[in-house]
């Protein structure tokens, strides 16, 4: 059973710092060959791609984190980490950890980033 295990949420003020965990587990084929990535979504609003990084560790970030975000991975450790910083109000959202490989994807149940003007 596939488990994407999400940490690292919490309240911040504007200008601050979190760095967000997934742990991975239960994978049908090693951790190192899945693509994973981070969702954002707010209540009422479109779940939006916040960053993705492939196997071989090519990242994409949207726009609106370029220069504060930086997502990474530990592969011996099944695990990404998204590094946030100088956050803004507009990173509120519950945020989704993201497995793909091949046509099969899988989600977290997400972790709360609330950031305080």
Known sequence: QVQLVESGGGLVQAGGSLRLSCVASGFGSPFSMYTMGWYRQAPGKQRELVARITSGGSTTYADSVKGR??????NAK????????SLKPEDTDVYYCTANLWLNDYWGQGTQVTVSS
């Not at 099944?78 to 910083?85: A, E, I, R, S, Y």
């Open 69 to 74: 975000f930086t997502l990474s991975r530990d």
């Open 78 to 85: 099944k695990t990404v980490f998204l590094q946030m910083n």
